[in-house]
């Protein structure tokens, strides 16, 4: 027998069994068996209401360790903070009813009931919770904030929650290159378990060609779980020449489509005087004057004849 026919045997043998089962219930609450959540997130407990027909929910409770986190009674809410149904707009007629937790505490770790009936029959099933803590992405800001004179000294804070263990924070600048040794690391553990950490970097003369500072949050076993960058907030520098460059900038822009059309109308109006003189001459004027326009004409250019061939062979 092959394994593909022996698995089909068994998958059936299950499921005869399960229907056997659910042949004495006409309702099932089928929840996920584990999940797993992280400190400072939201968590979802699965569990959803199995009927061979549509089903009117009645009620729904959900506990941990006999307090409970959730009620929904004939048409009523009672929920904890921080625990509701994960369906936004849960009503009775959704099966889905999953719990969700809102800002997951180490302490919600372990064993949840969640109790259902409904107008075909009741259930009642589990699911546990298990919670990790991570590094959330670091916060950073610096002292002084804003307005940093060239070569002063800056302090710049990189700060995280949220692990496990202690964990370490990292620094470097824009060019990779790592300034850890200088930074001063303080961890703390918090009430609720996980480590909340502040470095403080203080850079001696900040100089606006190296701005961008970066600072990255490892875990006990040195893997990154978070980073962050930080730009340092120089003063604006020469200030007023850059106000005069943008005026004189703002002048130039409108001055010189007004030089252009000028200078073209000047243009035009010179074209057409000389054209209706020379046209008025020559209306009075033979042909044989008229070479002798063209080299008065010629003549009123001197840089334009002394650049002729003919002159410069005659300087030579
Ligand atoms: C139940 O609702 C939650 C929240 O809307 C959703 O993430 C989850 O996938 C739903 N479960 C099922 C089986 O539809
Ligand atoms: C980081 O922590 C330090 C020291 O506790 C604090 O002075 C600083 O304001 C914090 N920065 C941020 C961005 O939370
Ligand atoms: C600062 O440097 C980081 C890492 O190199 C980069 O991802 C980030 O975009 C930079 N930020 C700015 C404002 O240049």
Redesign the pocket.
Known sequence: MTSATSFLIVVIHLACIRSGDSSEKFVNLECNEESHGVYGQQSLLQCNVKAVKKVTILTVTWKRVEALLLEYNQDTFNPTPGFKFAEPSWNKKNTNVSLLLTNTKMADTGEYTCMVRTDSGDDTATTSLSVTAKYITPTMSSIPETNIEENTGVTIFCNSTGGQQKGSIRWFD?FRNDWTRSAELVAKETEDGPFSLSSKFKVQKATSSST?Y?CEVLNVNGAVEGMA?F?IQFAPRDSGRKADKLDSDSTTNWLAPVVVIGSLIIGLLAALLLFKRRSARRDHQTDTRHDGDVEAEVSLCPGLNSDSPQDQRNSL
């Open positions: 824009q961008n970066t960058s730009v």
